[in-house]
């Protein structure tokens, strides 16, 4: 584990180019000083990561179920404060959707499991109910329940926790103004403002409007924004000798009152505005809504995006007692289950066989990263076929208006929390409709899929039985030296990373002359940035990376030029990139330059065919089928 942590370190530009890190179910999210400095190609082909992805202003690294401790094994290497309340003068420059993703998920991260457990404990006792093995005046009932319901009822005081990490502040000052929410008093207030001969009352001459905050989200996390600006403020300006009293009980007489006379009736408007609005949206056509989030709700979740919808849900059983948003997330994630026990179905290689197989019995509890990214997404077919079904399926769902009761990750378990109140009805049985269409779906079509690429594959001459038996012929592919130079093995570049051979077999060069052009016919298949590496996938699926120097990165582009751009059609020997050759050792960056199979466990094996001085275009390695 130290090992991984210290390559997702390295990965991600060192200690000193992170600013934040938090995780979720299966991510680690790196907030950083420079994304330039990352080498997501890198960390994307190192073994135990899954995917690398960018969104939200964050830098994700897809760990999946063990991700905890790779977080803990990251956070003890860096030596970081970690929580997602570090603030940086980068926020600013962010766009503001990465804002709010990057905030939402800071504050309901933390939070994801329990709400998942307390959904599936509430979808369990409904099913008691309705089943008759317990009653609502029974004390299992009443302890369990109690258990399933105290987060979401406290829900002000918990965010108030998570949302004064976020925002910089002290979050237990911000938990103090979530428990004035729900105090007992203020409650009982409540309830005697609903009477008609009630007597209105007043803070400071000003008439106070109360409202039941139990489960509510917008308010408190907009007090706990305000709280955390005027904790920064007033400890800038008191005496470090009365500062630690002071400013929390300036704050708790400030923003309290002003929670309860403005925050809270404005945060509460917008709430029902939200819900209102989404009902109208919904109600237009739900077979619609439903396809479409059931159809692109995975590639949501790959980008981030997803979060953006929590506090929406959230909103929707806070306003209305109910949510109809998660339901159509379920098929979604059904569906890339399905996709991934086709793929184990049809895979022949052992263990490519058991990364789908552990994906889909992981992605049944609503982790879906390893089937997206370690099976599906890579096949592509897959994938896609799976979204489609996932559409089809949610759009069932969302025809017969399937709700939810309780707050929980989309999963198996989703379907206990549909039980209405009143016992099992026909949106119960939609929403195991929806489920079954999607994961049938997308597992007949993916392996209909596959049956067909494989019969593609197939030469006719062995489509029927031969008279003589027909062995394969092993066609080995030559790469040709894209720099001129001295041959020299990987396990003599200072860059472990790539003397490992983890990115792919291969040689170094230690170039003469600052010019690479392309060992293959082919395609310009990445190009970074920074123009010190690029990509060449051959006409034979070859895929070769010519790494210029190492740690070049940090050049940013200086010394080099590309003659080409992504996706470019090349020929052998064509000129990919000039770099200056003094300028860069003048630098001090070491010259010495990986050649590598990127996709070398797609073969037999890569063999050097010259360790000595090459020139361009000579015979450098051979690619054996």
């Known amino acids: 584990m130290t090992e991984l942590a210290q390559k997702i370190v390295a990965g991600v530009g060192g200690r000193d180019n992170i600013i934040s890190l938090m995780h979720c179910a299966t991510r680690l999210r790196f907030k950083l000083k420079n ?100 009653t609502d005046q029974s004390g299992t009932y009443l302890l369990l329940f109690s258990a399933s319901d105290s987060l979401f009822y406290f829900f002000p005081i918990i965010l108030g926790y998570t949302a004064g990490k976020r925002f910089g502040g002290n979050p237990f000052l911000t938990m103090v103004i979530g428990g004035a929410l729900v105090h007992p008093l203020i409650l009982r207030a409540f309830e005697s403002a609903q009477m008609p001969d009630a007597t209105a009352l007043h803070f400071l ?14 308010p408190i996390i907009f ?23 002071f400013t929390p009980l300036l704050c708790m007489v400030v923003i309290i009152p002003v929670t309860f006379l403005v925050v809270g009736p404005l945060s509460t408007w917008v709430s029902g505005l939200i819900a209102t609005g989404y009902l109208y949206l919904y109600h237009a056509a739900p077979w619609f809504a439903g396809a479409v989030m059931g159809g692109l709700w995975q590639i949501f979740v790959m980008f981030g995006l997803h979060w953006g919808l929590v506090p929406l849900c959230i909103n929707n059983f806070t306003v209305l007692g109910y949510d109809s948003m998660l339901p159509l997330m379920m098929p979604a994630i059904m569906a890339q289950v399905g996709a991934a026990l086709a793929i184990f179905l049809c895979e022949r290689d052992g263990q490519k066989k058991v990364v789908a197989g552990s994906a889909a019995l992981t992605g049944l509890f609503g ?76 597992f007949v079509g993916t392996v209909l899929f596959s049956l067909a690429l494989s019969r593609k594959n197939i030469p006719v001459a062995v489509a029927i039985v031969p ?18 130079g001295q041959v020299v093995s990987l396990s003599e570049v200072t ?18 002359l600052g010019e690479v052009r392309s060992p293959v016919k082919g395609r310009v298949a990445s190009l970074f940035a920074t123009l010190h590496a690029i990509g060449i996938e051959s006409c034979d699926g ?54 590598l199979i990127s996709n070398s466990n797609d073969y037999t094996d890569v063999l050097p065919l010259n360790m000595g001085n090459v020139n361009i275009q000579e015979s450098l390695l051979s690619v054996i089928q």
């Not at 001459?205 to 917008?218: C, D, E, H, K, R």
């Not at 400890?235 to 630690?244: E, T």
């Not at 050759?581 to 050649?595: C, M």
Request: hydrophobic letters at 50%; a negative charge.
């Open 223 to 245: 007090s706990a924004w305000l709280c955390s600006l005027m904790e920064k403020k007033l400890n800038a300006w008191l005496p470090s000798a009365i500062k630690n009293f």
């Open 367 to 442: 982790i879906t990263e390893p089937a997206v990214y370690g099976v599906n997404l890579p096949r592509k077919y897959p994938f896609i076929i799976a979204c489609v079904s996932g559409a089809i399926g949610a759009g069932v769902i969302g025809f017969a208006q399937t709700k939810v009761y309780s707050f929980g990750i989309p999963s198996i378990f989703t379907f206990m929390q549909t039980v209405p109140p009143g016992g099992v009805d026909f949106t119960v049985w939609a929403s195991v409709i929806g489920a079954v269409i999607a994961i049938v779906g997308a």
């Open 35 to 134: 994304h330039d400095k990352a080498q997501a190609e890198v960390l994307k082909n190192t073994p135990g990561i899954i995917m690398v992805v960018e969104s939200g202003g964050q830098f994700q690294v897809v760990i999946g179920n063990h991700v905890a401790d790779v977080f803990d094994a990251v956070s003890a290497l860096i030596g970081l404060n970690t929580d997602a309340s570090a603030a940086s003068e980068d926020d600013a420059k962010d766009s503001l959707l990465s804002r709010f993703v990057y905030i939402i998920s800071g504050i309901f991260t933390p939070l994801i499991g329990l709400l998942a457990a307390t959904g599936i404990l509430k979808g369990l006792l409904a099913v008691a109910l309705v089943c008759q093995w317990t």
């Open 495 to 512: 860059d472990a990373t790539f003397a490992s051979g983890l990115l792919g077999n291969g040689v170094a060069i230690i170039p003469t």
């Open 542 to 595: 070859v895929e070769v990376l010519i790494h210029v120097g190492i740690d070049t990165v940090k050049l940013h582009g200086q010394y080099f030029t590309a003659h080409v751009q992504m996706g470019d059609d090349v020929e052998t020997g064509d000129l990919l990139l000039t770099f200056d050759v003094e300028a860069i050792a003048a630098a001090g960056f070491d010259l010495t330059t990986p050649i």
């Open 205 to 218: 001459g000003l008439p106070i409007t109360f409202i039941n905050y139990t489960s509510s989200v917008i």
């Open 467 to 484: 008279a003589h038996p027909v062995t394969r012929q092993a066609n080995p592919q030559t790469i040709a030296a894209p720099l001129a």
